[in-house]
C-alpha cells in the first residue's frame, strides 16, 4: 500500500494535478470580503483521497518542499487569473513550518517572484498551522521575523486544535489568530467554547491580533461569533471553498448587518431604549391541535429548548414550559391520561405577552411581578399580535446586567448620554453604513469663563441643561454624544448646514 501511496504523490507532483479552490474570509463588521484562503485539491483519480492525506505522504516520502511550491504557485495563478489585478484582496496561504524555515523557500519566495503575479508581499498571509511541530523554536523565530521585515503577514491557524498554541502565539506574536472549528462548532450552546472565545477576543484587543473564527456554519454560530467581537470569519456559512472568486450572497450580507446592527443598538443603550425585540428568539412552536405525548418528546430531547409556544393562525394561544409538562404527565396515571390529548387541553393560556417594541426595562418589571410558579415561564414577543419569538428569563436578566454595566462604563456620568467610546463607534458604524450623514460639534459658547465666576457646580448644571435639551430634539438626530466637559456630538442620517440647529440655539435662549 505505501508503494501505492508513493507512486501517486510522485504522479500527483510530477503532473502537477494540483487546482486551487478559495474560501472567503469576511469581515464580521460589514460583511466585506477581506482575502481568501487558497486550498489545493488533487484533480485526478488517486490513492491519495484528500489534502490531509497528501501532505502527510509528502512529510514521509521527503517531498513536501516539491508539493508546497507546487500548491503555492498554483495558488498565485488562479488568484491572478480570477481577481482583476494588482490583487485587491488578502491571499492566506498555508506554509508548513519546516518548508518555511527552508532556505530553498526564502530564495524561492521572494517579491521577484510575487511581481510575475502582480501581486504584493502585503497582500500574502502565512498560514502556520499549530498542529505542526516546530523544533528549533529559535530558529523558527528568526525565520518569522525575516518574513515580517519582507513585508508578508503571519497568522496562527487551528488555534485551539493543539496543546502548544499559547506558547506558539507568544514566540510568534501573529497578525492573525485562526480559531479551530471545533472551538466554533455549537459554540452558541455550548458555555464552555463561549468563554474560551469571548477571552480570546479580549487578548486580540490586548495585542492588536486579529481573530479569523473557522467553520462558521450556522447563523446561531454566527450571531454568537459577531457578538463576542471576533472580527473576521470564515466557513461554510459564508461560502464554500470554489474555483471561482466570487461575492459572498446577498442574504449572507444582510444577515451580517443585521446582526451589527442590533448589536450596536444593544451595546450603545440602556435598559430603557432597548427594545424586547432584539433579545427574542426563534422558538419551537406547535399548533394547538398537536398530541401532548408527541410535544413532550420534542422539549425531552431537546436540553436547550425550556419550553415552546402553541400558536394558531400566527398568534400565540398559550405556553407549555418543559418542567410543567414533566409534572402534568407525571404519576402513576398521568402521562397514559395525558399522552393523547391536545396540547391546547394543558398549555397554560396565561402568559406574559409583549410587543416587539416594549422596552426590556418594562418587561423586566413585568416579569418580575409575576406570581412564584410563573416567574420563570417563558416570555413570549409578537408584532402586530403576530408571534415573532420568546425571551427566557436567563437572557433577560442576563443583557440587563450587560446594559447597565456598559452604561457605567460607556456613558458620560454627568450627562448619561454615550460617551468617546461610542461615539467612536457610532461614527465608524455611519461611515460604513450611512450614504448621507453630517457630523456636528457642539459646545457653549464663553463657558470657560462662566465655569470660573460660578463654579463647577452650576456649570455642571448648564452642560446637563444643555443635553437635556438636545434629548428633547432626539427624534430629528441620529445620534448624540457627550465628549467631555461642555462638547457635544451629533449625527444627523442626512446632509444639513448650520442652519439646522438654530432651533436649538433659541431653544436655549428661552430656557
Not at 366 to 381: P, W
Not at 460 to 485: N, P
Amino acid at each position: 500500500m505505501s508503494d501505492k501511496i508513493k507512486e501517486a504523490l510522485d504522479y500527483v507532483i510530477e503532473n502537477k494535478k494540483i487546482k486551487t479552490v478559495f474560501q472567503p474570509i469576511v469581515s464580521l463588521r460589514d460583511g466585506s470580503i477581506y482575502g481568501h484562503e487558497a486550498l489545493s485539491r488533487i484533480t485526478c483519480e488517486s490513492e491519495i483521497k484528500n489534502p490531509d492525506m497528501l501532505f502527510s505522504a509528502a512529510i514521509k516520502y521527503n517531498c513536501l518542499w516539491q508539493l508546497e511550491l507546487l500548491c503555492r504557485t498554483k495558488a498565485l495563478e488562479a488568484a491572478f487569473i480570477f481577481m482583476i489585478p494588482p490583487y485587491s484582496k488578502k491571499l492566506f496561504i498555508n506554509v508548513n513550518p519546516c518548508t518555511m524555515h527552508d532556505e530553498t523557500f526564502k530564495s524561492g519566495f521572494t517579491k521577484e517572484f510575487l511581481k510575475q503575479y502582480n501581486i504584493d508581499p502585503k497582500s500574502i498571509i502565512f498560514e502556520i498551522t499549530e498542529r505542526n511541530v516546530i523544533t528549533d523554536i529559535s530558529s523558527f523565530k528568526s525565520t518569522i521575523s525575516y518574513y515580517k521585515n519582507q513585508d508578508y503577514s503571519i497568522a496562527i491557524d487551528d488555534a485551539g486544535s493543539g496543546y502548544s498554541g499559547l506558547n506558539l502565539i507568544s514566540d510568534v506574536n501573529p497578525h492573525f489568530i485562526k480559531l479551530d472549528m471545533n472551538l466554533i462548532r455549537g459554540i452558541s450552546k455550548d458555555r464552555l467554547k463561549f468563554s474560551l472565545v469571548k477571552g480570546m477576543v479580549e487578548f486580540s484587543k490586548a495585542s492588536n491580533i486579529s481573530i479569523i473564527a473557522e467553520g462558521i456554519e450556522t447563523l446561531d454560530e454566527l450571531e454568537t461569533i459577531i457578538n463576542l467581537g471576533v472580527q473576521y470569519g470564515q466557513g461554510y456559512y459564508f461560502q464554500k471553498p470554489e474555483e471561482e472568486i466570487r461575492d459572498i450572497d446577498n442574504s449572507v450580507l444582510k444577515s451580517i448587518i443585521e446582526i451589527n446592527s442590533r448589536k450596536n443598538h444593544i451595546s450603545n443603550g440602556v435598559t430603557s431604549n432597548i427594545y424586547i425585540k432584539n433579545l427574542a428568539k426563534a422558538a419551537y412552536v406547535v399548533s394547538p391541535d398537536e398530541k401532548v405525548n408527541i410535544v413532550y418528546e420534542n422539549i425531552i430531547r431537546n436540553d436547550d429548548c425550556q419550553g415552546l409556544c402553541v400558536v394558531n393562525n400566527d398568534k400565540p394561544i398559550g405556553i407549555v414550559t418543559k418542567e410543567k409538562i414533566a409534572l402534568k404527565l407525571s404519576g402513576n396515571y398521568g402521562y397514559s391520561l395525558y399522552k393523547n390529548k391536545c396540547i391546547s387541553d394543558i398549555m397554560d393560556k396565561e402568559f406574559l405577552n409583549v410587543e416587539h417594541d416594549t422596552p426590556i426595562n418594562i418587561v423586566s418589571n413585568s416579569a418580575m411581578e409575576r406570581n412564584n410558579d410563573k416567574l420563570y415561564d417563558l416570555i413570549v414577543v409578537t408584532e402586530n399580535n403576530k408571534f415573532i419569538g420568546t425571551v427566557t428569563i436567563k437572557d433577560l436578566l442576563q443583557k440587563t446586567t450587560e446594559l447597565e454595566v456598559s452604561a457605567a462604563k460607556h456613558q458620560n456620568p454627568l450627562s448619561g448620554l454615550p460617551g468617546n467610546i461610542v461615539i467612536e463607534q457610532t461614527l465608524n458604524q455611519v461611515l460604513l453604513n450611512f450614504s448621507e450623514y453630517s457630523v456636528a460639534y457642539l459646545d457653549i459658547d464663553n463657558f470657560k469663563a462662566y465655569n470660573d465666576v460660578y463654579g463647577f457646580e452650576k456649570g455642571d448644571r448648564v452642560i446637563k441643561l444643555l443635553s437635556d435639551v438636545l434629548r428633547k430634539h432626539s427624534d430629528d438626530f441620529h445620534f448624540i454624544g457627550h465628549v467631555g466637559g461642555d462638547d457635544f456630538v451629533i449625527v444627523v442620517d442626512k446632509c444639513v448646514c448650520s442652519k439646522y440647529f438654530e432651533n436649538i440655539k433659541n431653544k436655549k435662549r428661552r430656557l
